[in-house]
């Protein structure tokens, strides 16, 4: 499939973006799913995880956590962005680790662990995620609770603990930013999605920025959900046996953002 074949259509704006649906071992031509004028917030960043509240139990003295947020003569209060790893102690029959993401965490409190002087508890406000592409979901029956944060131990872990309370619970999906595509001329593809009823789950498909010449510039690899159609704002009238919609759609990346397609 040519871009440059698809930039013309009868309007007073251009075509700046495609939609690809595009042969992921690159035997096939691209197939062409619409054509939109313009994409506001695409580039935004994704919402904040909800806040959440951890207590890390039995932080060893010595690990450069407790030294810093506890034996500091000025103790550090915001650790950011980090990692929780549980790995199990013998890894060739107990199982994979496990990992989880830690957003802008905070110190809120810490204290002696209770039954061992040598330990401190700390508890953390902070966003969670729990990274699903890699590790397993079974506990480790004797499972080691690592934590790194580049602001105080670098690409080394920053600390230990023996048990975390509240991350075994079940927490909501990040929030969802909107994504706007604004005047979208569908093809044959994704007219047929939007002739059944909705939501409907969609294909691997890939958003193509395209310079003033009408080349490809940048692609954008989604998964898109559709959920609403209507007509776009931009006009309805058939161009070609095609109309101009406002389809709003999931289009899923990593940080999960929704988008509306117009």
């Not at 915001?78 to 929780?84: A, E, K």
């Not at 999906?173 to 706007?180: E, I, W």
Request: net charge negative; charged share 25%.
């Amino acid at each position: 499939m040519r871009d440059e074949e698809h930039v013309g259509w009868e309007r007073h704006f251009p075509v700046r973006y495609l939609l690809v649906r595009e042969d992921i071992d690159g035997e096939e031509e691209g197939e062409l799913w619409g054509r939109c004028a313009e994409v506001e917030g695409l580039f935004m960043d994704a919402p904040p995880l909800p806040r959440e509240v951890l207590t890390l139990r039995g932080c060893p003295r010595e690990s450069l956590l407790v030294q810093a947020v506890a034996d500091s003569a000025e103790p550090v209060r915001l650790l950011g962005d980090g990692m929780l790893s549980i790995e199990p102690v013998d890894p060739s029959n107990d199982g994979p680790p496990r990992f989880w993401d830690l957003e802008d965490t905070a110190v809120l409190a810490q204290w002696p662990t209770p039954s061992d002087p040598g330990r401190v508890d700390i508890v953390v406000g902070t966003g969670v995620r729990e990274d699903d592409c890699w590790g397993g979901k079974r506990l480790p029956s004797s499972p080691r609770f690592d934590l790194w944060f580049s602001s105080i131990g670098g690409d080394s872990p920053a600390g230990s603990c023996r048990s975390i309370d509240g991350l075994f619970t079940p927490r909501p999906r990040r929030p969802t930013q909107p994504v706007h595509l604004i005047g979208c001329e569908p093809a044959a593809p994704l007219l047929a999605l939007l002739s059944r009823p909705l939501p409907q789950k969609g294909d691997p498909i890939t958003l193509w920025r395209l310079d003033r010449h009408g080349r490809a510039m940048t692609g954008y690899r989604l998964d898109l959900d559709i959920v609403e159609a209507r007509p776009s704002v931009l006009g309805g009238a058939h161009l070609g046996g095609l109309s101009y919609f406002e389809v709003t759609a999931n289009l899923l990346r990593e940080k999960g953002v929704t988008v509306v397609l117009r």
